[in-house]
Structure formats: structure tokens, C-alpha cells
């Protein structure tokens, strides 16, 4: 079982709409949880970092975090096909590593 | 904000040469720098953890004598990827982080490496 599990997609949806991105993680060292965007053949973008259970908004982003159930949350509002990209979320524990899920892939249509 | 050149974006070398990436902080101190390796569709794969003037700490299956790192200097640090050969094509990334307080890892823009 990998550390943290994010569902590959592609998630397709029309512009406009709420999305959803989720991931599950097992270790609960975890402390720190962040979500980057990756357009194809860049490098990803920090979008939002949280530390602790609840929400986090910025603009169209919110991020929730639920460590009683390892499960963090990302949603977009008003999506954009500009929003088109890869979707991965990040943790770490007290250490300097980053672990990824496997990014989930976003296709918002005109 | 927090900025990391990477260079070059892309590159297409022979078999058995090697090839230089350079990864730069702007505007920031990096205490330690990241390198990933991505193949289409996947993940990142992380490479190896590299601390200013120390030597780098790399993963499990990573061959320290093929991929060399360097972290001179808090602004820069390089992978060279020593006699290439066409399995080591991929898209390459750094990420750096200023360390304590600071929670966000800034990446590059990648580098796509061809090897012909």
C-alpha cells in the first residue's frame, strides 16, 4: 500500500463546476500537507499548504485536511479550463522529504 | 515570491555523454534541494536530498555514480548525469526549500533530458 493514495482520473468536467480532489494517507507522522498544480512538461506550482485540520481558503482554492480520518482535500470553485492540469497532493512529517500521491489529471471543457 | 531556476529546459545529448543541470534560488537561501525524476503520467520520483556542502543522500536503486550531485553553494546545486544512455531520458526537477519555517518547496521548471 502506497503512503498516500490519490486517484489518477482523468477527471472531467465542465467549466463552472465545483471540483473535488482528494487524497488518503496512511502514516500519521504527517504534519504538513500541500497541493501543487503541474501543467504538462513544467514544474509543479504550490497552490496551498496547510498544518493542521480544517480549511484553508485562497481565492477560488480551498484546502481541508482531516487527520482523524487521513484525508485532505482540495476544491476548486468557478473551474476554468486554464485549471486543466495535473493535481498532486504532498505531506511531510517533521523531516525535509516530501511524499506525493500519483497526481490526479483535471480536464475542465469549455 | 519564492523563485528556482532551473536550466537547461531541454536537451538532447548521445549515448555516453554526460549532461549538466543546473538548479538556482533567486531570491532565497536554499538549505536543501531536491531532485526528482517524473516519467510521463507518473509522479515524482524523488532522486536525491541535497544539503549546502554536504553530500547528497540518495534513494534506493538511485546509482550515486551515474547521477552526481552538487550543492556548492546556498543559491545553486547541479545533477550531472554521467555516460547517458537513452533509459536515462525523462523529465528531471529540482525543488528547494529555505528549511526551518519555511513549509513551501519552490520547484524549477523541469528539464527534459533526451539521450539519442
Known amino acids: 500500500q502506497k503512503e498516500v493514495e490519490q486517484d489518477p482520473g482523468p477527471l472531467s468536467v465542465p467549466e463552472g463546476a465545483i471540483v473535488s480532489l482528494n487524497c488518503t494517507y496512511s502514516n500519521s507522522a504527517f504534519q504538513y500537507f500541500m497541493w501543487y498544480r503541474q501543467y504538462s512538461r513544467k514544474g509543479p506550482e504550490l497552490l496551498m499548504y496547510?498544518?493542521?485540520?480544517g480549511n484553508k481558503e485562497d481565492g477560488r482554492f480551498t484546502a481541508q485536511v482531516d487527520k482523524s480520518s487521513k484525508y485532505i482535500s482540495l476544491f476548486i470553485r468557478d473551474s476554468q479550463p486554464s485549471d486543466s492540469a495535473t493535481y498532486l497532493c504532498?505531506?511531510?512529517?517533521?523531516?525535509?522529504?516530501?511524499?506525493f500521491g500519483g497526481g490526479t489529471r483535471l480536464m475542465v471543457k469549455p | 515570491g519564492a523563485v528556482v531556476s532551473q536550466h537547461p529546459s531541454w536537451v538532447i545529448c548521445k549515448s555516453g555523454t554526460s549532461v549538466k543541470i543546473e538548479c538556482r534560488s533567486l531570491?532565497?537561501?536554499?538549505?536543501?534541494m531536491f531532485w526528482y525524476r517524473q516519467f510521463p503520467k507518473q509522479s515524482l520520483m524523488l532522486m536525491a536530498t541535497s544539503n549546502e556542502g554536504s553530500k547528497a543522500t540518495y534513494e534506493q536503486g538511485v546509482e550515486k555514480d551515474k547521477f552526481l550531485i552538487n550543492h556548492a553553494s546556498l543559491t545553486l546545486s547541479t545533477l550531472t548525469v554521467t555516460s547517458a544512455h537513452p533509459e536515462d531520458s525523462s523529465f528531471y526537477i529540482c525543488?528547494?526549500?529555505?528549511?526551518?519555517?519555511?513549509?513551501?518547496?519552490?520547484f524549477g521548471s523541469g528539464t527534459r533530458l533526451t539521450v539519442v
Open positions: 531570491d532565497f537561501q536554499a538549505t536543501t
Open positions: 504532498a505531506m511531510k512529517g517533521a523531516g525535509n522529504m516530501l511524499t
Open positions: 496547510t498544518y493542521s485540520s
Open positions: 525543488s528547494a526549500t529555505g528549511g526551518r519555517g519555511n513549509y513551501g518547496y519552490t
